[in-house]
């Protein structure tokens, strides 16, 4: 087996094993009774796996036992349980596809992206196949319950789908054109999220299907990097502030210093939190106003808490140089996908700040309420480096 830290690999399996262990025990699921043919509820959204890629299983979320709305508004969720219970009374619905068969229009696949670009919950009417009793859960995305191999999927109503979208799809813009043009206009990340993984969103011919997994990650990524380029005009902020926020075991504090943008994320995993059972792990990843070209070593959890920092910025018209510490706790027990690092930071942002005269005051400030002391020295030697190249 290989070396490397469960913080570090987050399930994805770069120990050598076939299973995460971790991951394992909060796969099965008590009992739902599932008919051989559903008439249910989409909330909507879709799940595209990346197993067999790029032959993937996708298909509709379809909601047995919830509320389909609440059921995929995280924003919303309180606690660790309700988000489980939520999250696996979703049946993931799906039939196996190449990622480029959208490009061919058929029906099965465009009813599947209507039903996903939707605006309100729409009735799924599949027959089932086979049932697999088993969870789905991720560093990155929601958790999801059982799902279901169907021979066939179809609309049982006619989907309401935004006139910009329509747009978007018509007009054939390029990807990262049409999600800049859409998060402009209000559409969320989570909605982005869906519509891109569904291969909605690009140019006819280079349209496809698009892993959850991956497209959580490129929305925050695509849309971030828009957002750089944008604020790159701007002077930096007049006030050193700090801001804090816990929820779900995830503690974050951000400072904002009057300098140039930089931003850096700082992420604590305590002994016993679901990622490092045995000891205290810590992670470093940071960047300049360049485009960040290499995928962070903190996976999709450092573009998760980049874009509300970055959204933060563009509404106050400024740069600043950013600390972003994110301490997971032992009660968090499960992991529940990086949403809950963008709200937690987006609600950290739209608290009321602390001032202060200096980053140093503020960092002192900050440390009191993070339980680890260890990180600190990372953070100084980090910064110190970003000042002496000029970044």
Not at 20 to 45: A, G, H, N, T, V
Not at 319 to 334: G, N, W
Not at 379 to 390: D, E, K, N, P
Request: glycine share 4%; aromatic share 12%; proline share 5%.
């Amino acid at each position: 087996m290989v070396s490397v830290r469960c913080a570090e690999c987050k399930g994805k399996l770069l120990c050598g094993r076939s299973k995460c262990p971790l991951l394992e025990k909060y796969r099965f699921l008590k009992e739902i009774k599932i008919d051989s043919r559903i008439l249910d509820p989409s909330p909507p959204s879709i799940f595209v796996g990346r197993v067999g890629y790029p032959k993937v299983y996708a298909g509709p979320l379809v909601s047995i036992n919830a509320d389909p709305v609440y059921a995929d508004s995280p924003w919303l969720w309180k606690s660790i349980e309700e988000v489980i219970r939520l999250r696996t009374s979703m049946l993931r619905v799906s039939r196996r596809f190449r990622v480029e068969d959208v490009r061919e229009e058929k029906k099965e696949l465009t009813e599947m992206q209507e039903m996903t670009a939707a605006i309100k919950p729409v009735d799924v009417e599949a027959e089932i196949r086979k049932i697999s009793r088993k969870a789905e859960f991720d560093d990155v995305m929601q958790p999801m319950g059982y799902s279901a191999i169907a021979e066939s999927i179809k609309l049982a109503e006619n989907p309401k789908i935004p006139d910009k979208v329509e747009k978007v799809y018509y007009d054939d813009m390029k990807a990262y054109e049409a999600l800049s043009y859409l998060y402009n206009h209000g559409f969320s990340t989570y909605y982005l999220q869906k519509i891109f993984s569904a291969g909605i969103l690009g140019e006819r011919k280079s349209r496809k299907l698009v892993p959850t997994r991956w497209s959580i990650t490129a929305v925050h990524s695509i849309v971030g990097e828009a957002i750089k380029r944008e604020i790159a005009a701007y002077k930096p902020i007049d006030k050193t502030l700090l801001f804090n926020y816990e929820h779900f075991g995830n503690h974050f504090e951000v400072i904002l210093s009057p300098e140039n943008y930089f931003f850096q994320l700082v992420e604590i995993w305590q002994r016993k939190s679901f990622w490092s059972p045995k000891e205290d792990w810590i992670g470093v990843d940071s960047e300049d106003i360049r485009p960040k070209r290499d995928y962070s070593n903190l996976s999709g959890g450092y573009y998760a808490a980049r874009l509300p920092v970055l959204e933060y910025l563009r509404e106050k018209r400024g740069q600043a140089s950013v600390l972003v510490i994110r301490e997971i706790k032992p009660s968090y027990y499960a992991p529940l996908g990086v949403w809950v690092v963008e709200e937690g930071v987006r609600k950290a942002l739209k608290s009321k700040p602390e001032v202060f005269e200096s980053f140093d005051d503020a960092l002192t400030a900050a440390s009191r309420r993070v339980e680890n002391k260890e990180w600190r020295a990372l953070v100084s030697r980090q910064t110190s480096l970003a000042s002496f190249f000029g970044f």
